[in-house]
């Protein structure tokens, strides 16, 4: 048998590229999102988890805590999802008016591969997503962490200063 020492050439040439998280340039984005987030003051937790009696910031929170500000330095939030076996990934996009924009991609397990699973874990992968997104986090708003606070803590120390 003859060795064939000639190449072969594919007939199709694929090019595999990684998903792209952001625009070229994002220094108007940037810019606008520092302006944005100066003023957000956190998601209040006006939720309850009745299975773990805890608060938390829901959506609708999280969405009116930091909208507002992002609107008013002009960036605007895009959020999609695509159900794959067991899960649910939610896309958050944070878009510029210049049409600078970065991405992030969150992946949620259903709970239950039914109806409400799939609403379940849309909604937390949009929290999560759009709350590390833009940076923003839950807040007490009961006065529990400040009668808990540490004068030794940066993060205490930072938030005294910030609110002067």
């Not at 956190?42 to 009745?50: C, D, E, F, L, V």
């Not at 805590?65 to 895009?78: A, C, D, E, Q, T």
């Not at 999802?81 to 259903?110: D, F, Y």
Request: aromatic share 6%.
């Amino acid at each position: 048998m003859e060795d064939n020492k000639e190449a072969v050439e594919p007939i199709v040439e694929e090019t595999i590229q990684p998903e792209s998280w952001k625009s070229d340039k994002i220094n108007e984005l940037a810019t606008a999102l520092a302006l944005a987030q100066s003023e957000m003051d956190g998601a209040a937790k006006k939720s309850t988890n009745p299975f773990f009696n805890s608060g938390y910031a829901d959506l609708h929170e999280v969405i009116s805590s930091s909208f507002p500000y992002l609107n008013k330095n002009g960036l605007s939030v895009v959020q999609g999802n695509e159900i794959i076996p067991g899960a649910v990934c939610v896309t958050t996009t944070l878009v510029h008016k210049s049409g600078q924009w970065i991405r992030s991609k969150i992946k949620v397990p259903m709970p239950k591969i039914d109806a409400q699973g799939i609403g379940t874990a849309t909604t937390y992968g949009r929290r999560y997503g759009l709350a590390a997104m833009v940076g923003i986090a839950q807040k007490d708003d009961d006065g529990n962490s400040i009668s808990n606070a540490n004068p030794n803590s940066k993060v205490d120390k930072f938030n005294a200063n910030r609110n002067k």
